[in-house]
């Protein structure tokens, strides 16, 4: 495993994005989605960032199938969300933006429930993966197009608790051959 981004590489970034945020924002009622499970420790960091009047909701995303490195079909399932987002302005926290196709669903999904305003927040975008014509609004960093674990994303369910983020090395991952 290589390191990518350091402990104090990821909060500096994530002290830019909250700036960011709140700028924009400002003392607007904010609802942060969050979108399980890999963006917990990025939601937990961000929000210790913002003062200012939010609430924090979840939502969860399922694309990886147990030992693949590649996108297998999406699960969502916004059951989790408790409060009325309609009328509020919504900020999307995932993890990673890859091929997009998360973001790309859930979005239109949230929009049905009448919020005032969605944007998206992603702590990782990966180079030339993108299959959809969305960009996220914030973004911590841009990498280049490696399997990457820690803070976060898992690889099988491993490795979320990793204070950095690092990219598996081939020895490293082992691709469901299928039956
Ligand atoms: P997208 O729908 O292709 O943009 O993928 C987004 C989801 O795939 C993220 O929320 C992650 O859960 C997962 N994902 C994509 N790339 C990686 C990676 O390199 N490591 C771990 N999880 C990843
Ligand atoms: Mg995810």
Redesign the pocket.
Known sequence: MKVLLTEDQLQQAIRRMAGEIAEHYRDRPLTIVG?M???IVLLADLIRLLDMPLRVELVQ????RRNS?R?GP?VLNLDLLSSDVRDRDVLLV???????????ELVPQLDELGPASIRTAVL?R?QG???VPIQPDYVGFDIPD????GYG???NDLYRNLPYVAALESGEIREETGR
């Open positions: 979108v499970i890999g963006s995303a399922r694309s990886y490195t996108p999406l995932d993890d990673i933006f890859d091929t997009g196709h998360t973001l790309w990782l990966k993966r993108c299959e490696a399997f990457v674990v994303l898992d690889y």
